[in-house]
């Protein structure tokens, strides 16, 4: 079994056409052609349907492209990594990150980290809590911002950056909009607007609410910060946001009420895998990460 068999054959799977696989990779569709067959009479089993001009996975060829997958991820990270090694200000490193981190957090670090590291890349994946979570586990990104940090997690290796509180976001002709403060029982009859029930922020802010006594109303839904920032603004509903997605100049039309009764609050980190070692790049990055949220920890 060769490498470029392996190749052929996930690209063919994927495009579920031969010729199109073949253009794709610049080689002859006889080539192709002829590396399929030989992986299949190598395996002795049928991979494809030939359907026409088409091809379909059989029901095999499906359970061994997902080995193949994987197995070829792990030839490309193994690559990226001796390559790292070579040259840890040039390697490259995927970083995951949930939506509350995309407009203040990752961009001030990241923007940061490239001034003293020009030449490191980064491949950055937007997802919610479990894509994070699973997606380290299964190596398919290096490292992941999060928050909460998970527990009782043994395949995840755990950084802390900080810990920031949550606060009550309104509109500035909410009834409460005076306030400094606010007790969460207070917002027992207020429509709120959240993330996505998959968000663990959705689950954050329920959870709060619930521990005082009442079930939040929601009336809207909103798949990012601003979003839901907007919605909020326009009188459509109350909202808790963790600080760090509240900077000054980001509160239009809004107000920003800190939350006395009952504390909520999240511990921020990263995440990486225990299965894997982490890359030179990857170490500078963590360091580099820690030592920058440590000095901004009094502004968030």
């Known amino acids: 079994m060769e490498l470029r068999q392996l190749l ?7 495009r579920e056409h031969i010729s199109e696989a073949a253009l794709h990779l610049h080689v002859a569709q006889s080539a192709i052609s002829r590396q399929i067959a ?31 997958t994987k197995a070829l991820l792990e030839i490309d990270v193994g690559v990226e990594e001796v390559n790292t090694y070579l040259n840890p200000e040039k390697g490259s490193i995927r970083i995951g990150f949930p939506s509350s981190f995309a407009t203040q957090l990752l961009p001030s670090v990241i923007t940061a980290f ?64 005076n306030q400094s403060t606010v007790h969460l029982i ?29 079930q939040p ?6 798949e990012d910060l601003d979003a839901i920032k907007g919605l909020v603004a326009a009188g459509l509903g109350v909202s808790i946001l963790p600080e760090s997605t509240l900077p000054e100049g980001s509160m239009r039309f809004t107000k920003k009420i800190q939350i006395q009764a009952p504390l909520m609050q999240r511990t921020v980190g990263l995440i990486t895998s225990t299965s894997r070692v982490l890359t030179p790049s990857e ?13 901004m920890n009094q502004y968030l």
């Open 38 to 68: 030989n992986l299949e009479k190598e395996l002795g089993v049928q991979l494809f349907d030939r359907i026409g001009r088409n091809v379909k996975l059989t029901a095999i060829g499906r359970t061994f492209l997902t080995h193949v």
């Open 186 to 214: 207070e917002l027992k009859n207020e429509p709120f607007i959240l993330f996505p029930e998959e968000f663990i922020l959705h689950k954050t802010v329920v959870q709060a609410c619930q521990s005082v006594g009442f």
């Open 8 to 14: 052929y054959f996930q690209e063919v799977a994927k």
């Open 217 to 222: 109303t929601i009336s809207s839904v909103g």
């Open 114 to 177: 490239r001034k003293q590291h020009p030449d490191v890349k980064f491949q950055l994946r937007q997802g919610n809590y479990k894509y994070l979570v699973d997606a380290v586990k299964d190596r398919s990104i290096n490292i992941s911002f999060i928050g909460p940090l998970p527990t009782g997690e043994p395949e995840l290796t755990t950084t802390e950056l900080f810990t920031e509180k949550f606060s009550l976001v309104v509109p500035l002709q909410h009834r409460l909009a």
């Open 283 to 295: 170490t500078i990055f963590i360091d580099f990460a820690t030592q920058f949220f440590r000095r």
